[in-house]
C-alpha cells in the first residue's frame, strides 16, 4: 500500500489571481462555477451529448501532477484528455489522461509537467443525461506523505435521508446526501513527518480549507473534502514521535444547485414572487376563501387567479381559455333584455341583498299571484351551431322559494328541466345529461347545465323559473316571494361552463390564461408531474403542460395534452412525433395526477391517477431521436394555443425517470433530486 496524497485547496493553481479561464459554457452554468465552491453548483457546456472543454492560462509556466474534475456526472465511458503548451493551441498531450471515476476523477501523475496553457476535453457521447456537470476543479502539485497511517483506519459510508408519508399515505424515503468519513491513526509519527502533518493541518486551518484526499497514491481512489484531528484520540502534536489520528469527511453530495429553477408550484399556492410569467389580456373573476366563506373577486390583468373547490377543500391556481357570456346585462336582472313571465323585479327587488362577489347588485324575483302556473324569466338566445353543446351558468340564493329549474328547448323541440335545492345544495330531478350545483359563500349556489342546440326549426330557449317542489313546474304564487339571481352566463357552443364573466349592453369575452417559466434543461431525461382539478380540459384539444414554443409544437417539444377524449403525452423533434394515450378520462371536478416520462431514446409514457385511486399507465412511444435543443426553453402550464381549463395545485419539472411516490412527495415539500440541466 502506498502513502497517501492530497492537494489543500490553499495550493490549488486554479484559484491564484491573474488565471484566465475560458470554455464552451452553458449561460446558466458559467464557467465561474467550475472555480468556485459549492461543489453543487455546477459547470455546463453549451453543447450537449456529452461533449465540452475548457482552457486554463496561468500566466507563466505552472508545475502540476494533480488533476481532478470534482462531483462530475459523467459515465464511466467517458474519455476525458488533458493537453498543455506554451500556446492556447496546447500541443501536448498529457499521458494517460484523466481516470474515470464516479464522483470525483482524477489524474496523479508520478512527476510534474510544467505548462503555462492545460486543456481539458471531454468526449463522453453515452452520458444517460445527454450533458455534462462538472462540480469543481483542482489542479496542483499534490504532496505524498512520507510515511503511511496504521493498520486498523477505517471508512464509514453516510447516508442522511428524508421521510415522509404522503396525504395518500404512501411512504416515500429520498436519500438527500452521501459522504465519506476516513479514521486514519498514525503511530510513532516522526520528526519530519510530524512536521509534513503539522504544515497540513495548518493549512487548512483546521478543516476550514478543503483538500483532495487519496488515500493510496497507487489506487484510483479520491475524495474531496475537510481534515481534522480527532480531538477523542489524537494528542497535542509535537516535533516528536507522537501519536495522532487524522480525520477526513469527504464533502456531502446532494441535489444539484439550481438558481433558475425553483419548484414552480405546491398546494395551488405560488410564493410572493416567482420567475415565471403570467398573460391575460383581460380581468377575470376568481374564487378566493377568506374565514370559510368563498366569494368571487375580480383579478387584474396579468395577474394568477385562485380557484378554491369548497367540495373538495381545495386551492388550486385557475388557468382557462377564452370564453364568452353572450347574455347581456348579467347582473341586471331588472333589464327589459331578461323578460319576465309571471313574475317581476320592480324597483324595490334591484340590488337587493349581496352576490357572490361582496356588491350588493343581486336582484330578487317575485312571483306574481297566478295560481297553478310557472312564474320564470329568459333573455332571447343569440345563434346556435347545429348539434353543439351549449353551456348555461346562474347564481341563485334561496329566500321564500328555495327550490329552482333550468328549462331549455333545443331547436328540434325537444325539453330538458332540471331542478336545483338552493336549502339543501342538491340537483333533484335531472333532465340534462350535465347539470352542477357548486356552493359558494353566504348560501349562493351556482347552477349549471349543458345542452345540446341539435337541429330544426324550432327557436332554442333557456328559462330559469322558481318552484315549491321538485320536479313540479307549476304552483300557486303569492305575489310575493321569491327567490335572489345574479351572474346568468350562456356560452355558446361550449360543452361545459367557466368562470363568471360579467356583461352590461354587450356580450363579454374573458382572454386567455397563459402562464410559462423559463427553464434550462435541454432534452434529456425528464419527468412531467401535474396534479389538478379537472374543470373540463379533457373535454377540449388543450396543452396542459408543455415544454413548447408560443406556436405549438414549433420545433423539440415535451408535452401533456388532450385531445378532447384523453390525455396524452407527446415529443416532437421538429420533424416526427410519437405519443402515449391513455385509455380512461376523468369526470369534470375530478382530482387528476398525471405523470409523464421521457426517456433518453425519446421514447415517452403518460401515467394517470384519478381522486388518489391507483395509476394506470398507457402503452409507452416507440423511440424517437431527439433534437439537440428545445425549439423554446420554456414550460407552459395551459398553453396558449390550445388552453385547458384547469384548476392546478401542484407542476413539477423532475430530472430522470421518477414514480408516482417521487413526485408526490416533491409536491409535499420533500427535498427532491431538481431538474438540471
Partial sequence: MSNFAYLTDVDNLVLRPGVYVTASSSGDYPIANLTALLISKPWRPSTTYGTGWFLLDFGYPVSIDLIALINHNLSSDAVITVTYGSTSACGSTLAGGITWRERDAFDLASSTTSARFWKVSIADPGNTH?????????????????????????????????????HYAAPHIKQLYDRRRFNLPFVNI??????????????????????????????????????????????????S?????????????????????????????????????????????QMVETASVITLSSAAVDILRSAHHPTLYTQTFLLEGA??????????????????????????????????????????????????????????????????????????KAKERSIIWIRTTE??????????NLSTGVIGTQGHATARIVAMGNSWYR?????????????????????????????????????????????????????????????????????????????????????FVDLGTRQ?????????????????????????????????????????????????????????????????????????????????????????GWASYRIYLSHPTWPGFVGYQCVKLLYGIQNLNTCRAAEYGVPMVRLSA
Fill in 130 to 166: 445527454q450533458f455534462i456537470s462538472i462540480g469543481y476543479l483542482m489542479m496542483g502539485d499534490s504532496t505524498t506523505f512520507g510515511t503511511n497511517y496504521a493498520y486498523g483506519w477505517s471508512r464509514t459510508d453516510e447516508y442522511v435521508n428524508a421521510e415522509l408519508e404522503s
Fill in 447 to 531: 347552477c349549471e347545465v349543458v345542452f345540446d342546440s341539435d337541429a330544426g326549426g324550432t327557436t332554442p330557449l333557456v328559462e330559469i323559473g322558481m318552484a315549491t317542489a321538485d320536479n313540479d313546474l307549476t304552483y300557486d304564487g303569492d305575489n310575493a316571494s321569491g327567490c335572489y339571481f345574479w351572474g346568468m352566463q350562456l356560452e355558446v357552443d361550449k360543452p361545459f361552463a367557466s368562470s363568471y364573466i360579467k356583461t352590461t349592453t354587450a356580450a363579454a369575452t374573458r382572454s386567455t390564461d397563459a402562464l410559462y417559466f423559463p427553464i434550462t434543461q435541454h432534452p434529456q431525461q425528464l419527468t412531467l408531474y401535474a396534479r
Fill in 241 to 285: 514521535y507522537e501519536d495522532l489520528t487524522l480525520e477526513f469527511v469527504e464533502e456531502s453530495r446532494g441535489e444539484s444547485v439550481d438558481d433558475g429553477q425553483p419548484l414552480i408550484f405546491r398546494h395551488g399556492e405560488l410564493p410572493a414572487t416567482y420567475d415565471g410569467v403570467m398573460d391575460r389580456d383581460s380581468t377575470a373573476f
Fill in 190 to 239: 516522526a520528526t519530519a513527518n510530524a512536521a509534513l502533518l503539522r504544515t497540513l493541518i495548518d493549512s487548512v486551518k483546521r478543516s476550514a480549507t478543503p483538500a483532495f484526499f487519496i488515500p493510496d497514491a497507487a489506487v484510483n481512489d479520491g475524495y474531496f473534502g475537510r481534515f481534522t484531528i480527532n480531538p477523542v484520540s489524537s494528542h497535542p502534536l509535537h516535533y
Fill in 411 to 420: 331547436k328540434d323541440a325537444n325539453v330538458l328541466t332540471t331542478f336545483f
Fill in 540 to 628: 377540449t384539444i388543450a396543452g396542459l403542460v408543455a415544454i413548447s414554443p408560443a406556436s405549438w409544437l414549433n420545433g423539440q417539444s415535451f408535452y401533456i395534452s388532450n385531445d378532447a377524449s384523453f390525455y396524452k403525452a407527446g415529443h416532437y423533434n421538429g420533424t416526427d412525433s410519437v405519443f402515449s394515450v391513455l385509455g380512461a378520462a376523468p369526470a369534470i371536478n375530478n382530482t387528476v395526477e398525471l405523470r409523464a416520462t421521457l426517456k433518453s431514446d425519446g421514447k415517452v409514457q403518460i401515467h394517470q391517477s384519478i381522486n388518489g385511486a391507483a395509476e394506470t399507465s398507457a402503452v409507452e412511444s416507440a423511440a424517437l431521436v431527439m433534437d439537440a
Fill in 323 to 396: 370564453r364568452t357570456n353572450s347574455f347581456t346585462y348579467s347582473e341586471q336582472l331588472d333589464h327589459v333584455n331578461w323578460v319576465k313571465t309571471r313574475a317581476s323585479c320592480a324597483t324595490t327587488s334591484i340590488d337587493a341583498t349581496q352576490a357572490p362577489d361582496g356588491t350588493t347588485t343581486a336582484d330578487f324575483l317575485k312571483e306574481d299571484a297566478t295560481a297553478d302556473n310557472t312564474h320564470f324569466f329568459a333573455q332571447t338566445l343569440p345563434a346556435l351551431t347545429n348539434d353543439t353543446n351549449q353551456a348555461f351558468s346562474i347564481y341563485a
